[in-house]
């Protein structure tokens, strides 16, 4: 029953997986589209954390409701946001690429105040950037699968899916093996738990300082050293796991995952999902982001299958030494995150189109954008301030 339970809410699941993050990408203006976007891994975390400490609370029943309770809980969560989902309003975007402007206009007055930006402005600018869209494509349709695999498509999707495998396999399969290391070392089995709820706290507090980080240093650098430093914690703890195993051996293992969950949470988390929302084009986003969280969950299945079997001592008893595998996947992650994942930070999603179709490098796309917008190619009116409302959305 479980079994069955379980692949049923596989189908809701992938549709969540997917449509709070192109849905959260369409609702917000560029000023806070990191900000919400980035909330989807503290969502993540957040869930895990309440999950554990309820977890953490039946770990001494012995009887059948040590698990009847977690599963009934889960309708306590479901019911407020099955509420909130009804009254939320529909993606102003989504509207325009199925032609419905006055229901746009009225989208986005429930998401804005008038006195903030010019409504029929900015509904002009989404009609415009579809139009652009499909004038690239020279296609009225190019909404398929296939046509994300298309023309500059290709690279767009290219990109959205290695940051979301990036995310899979640069050691974060190894992040709830902590308390695993620690029970090892003489913790029990409660205060093993107490640690997995600590370690999802620190992932919260990561996931608040990314915040910051995001609007003072952008999405490719901030992935570039969060990678870095994971490289850096995973070398050091395969040069652990290789020494003889004692209790600070895996005291330092645990700790070592502890400080490799925060970076992550305060970095790579994050950041993959503002770039897997803002790097694809409007018209194929959804689709896009369903092929990148594909290529995820593929990813995920093979790293969940060999992670075990790299820390079990009855299969390949790898232990801390595993987290050499990591750093080389991992290094691979960083070499194409330099040399393929270009800037976004403060474009909009017409200047994500019009720097894709011009073939920009990525180490040039802020240059060029620089250079496209000082020589009238983006500019709409000559008042800065309307210049800014054109492109807040």
Not at 13 to 40: D, K
Not at 211 to 227: E, K, Q
Not at 330 to 349: Q, V
């Amino acid at each position: 029953m479980l079994l069955a339970a379980q692949i049923l809410c596989g189908i809701p699941w992938g549709v969540f997986q997917t449509l709070s993050t192109t849905y959260a990408a369409e609702v917000m203006p560029i000023t806070l589209r990191a900000y919400l976007l980035s909330n989807v891994n503290l969502c993540w975390v957040l869930g895990q954390f309440l999950a554990t400490g309820i977890q953490r609370k039946f770990v001494d029943n012995k009887s059948q409701w040590s698990y009847r309770i977690p599963f009934a809980l889960q309708w306590a969560i479901c019911l407020p946001i099955l509420v909130a989902v009804a009254f939320a309003p529909e993606s102003p975007w989504w509207l325009i690429r199925h032609k419905n402007q006055r229901e746009a206009e009225r989208s986005l007055m429930r998401l804005t105040r008038k006195d903030k930006i010019n409504i029929d402005q900015t509904v002009a600018l989404m009609k415009h950037t579809n139009e652009i869209e499909k004038y690239l494509k020279e296609d009225d349709k190019g909404m398929s699968y296939l046509d994300a695999f298309k023309g500059v498509d290709r690279r767009r999707t290219e990109i959205a899916c290695m940051v979301w495998v990036a995310q899979q396999i640069c050691g974060t399969s190894l992040m709830g093996w902590a308390s695993t290391f620690y029970e090892q070392a003489g913790f029990s089995i409660d205060n093993a738990f107490n640690l997995s709820l600590g370690i999802y706290a620190l992932a919260i507090v990561g996931a608040v300082i990314s915040w910051t980080l995001l609007s003072r240093f952008g999405r490719r650098r901030l992935y570039l050293c969060g990678l870095s430093a994971l490289l850096t914690i995973l070398l050091v703890g395969g040069i652990v796991g290789a020494l003889p195993t004692s209790k600070g051996q895996l005291w330092t293992l645990g700790s070592l995952l502890l400080i490799l969950t925060f970076v992550y949470d305060m970095t790579i988390g994050p950041v993959c999902y503002v770039l897997v929302a803002e790097i694809p084009s409007t018209r194929l986003r959804t689709k896009t982001v369903v092929l990148a969280r594909t290529a995820y969950n593929l990813a995920g299945i093979l790293i969940n299958w060999m992670t075990p079997r790299m820390l079990s001592p009855a299969a390949w008893d790898w232990k801390g030494k595993s987290c050499f595998f990591f750093a080389g996947t991992t290094a691979l992650c960083l070499a194409w995150t330099y040399w393929r994942l270009p800037e976004t930070f403060g474009l909009s999603y017409l200047e994500i189109d019009i720097l894709f179709d011009r073939k920009a490098k990525r180490s040039k796309f802020r240059e060029l954008r620089m250079n496209l917008e000082s020589s009238g190619y983006f500019s709409i009116v000559n008042s800065p301030r309307e210049t800014g409302i054109w492109r807040s959305y």
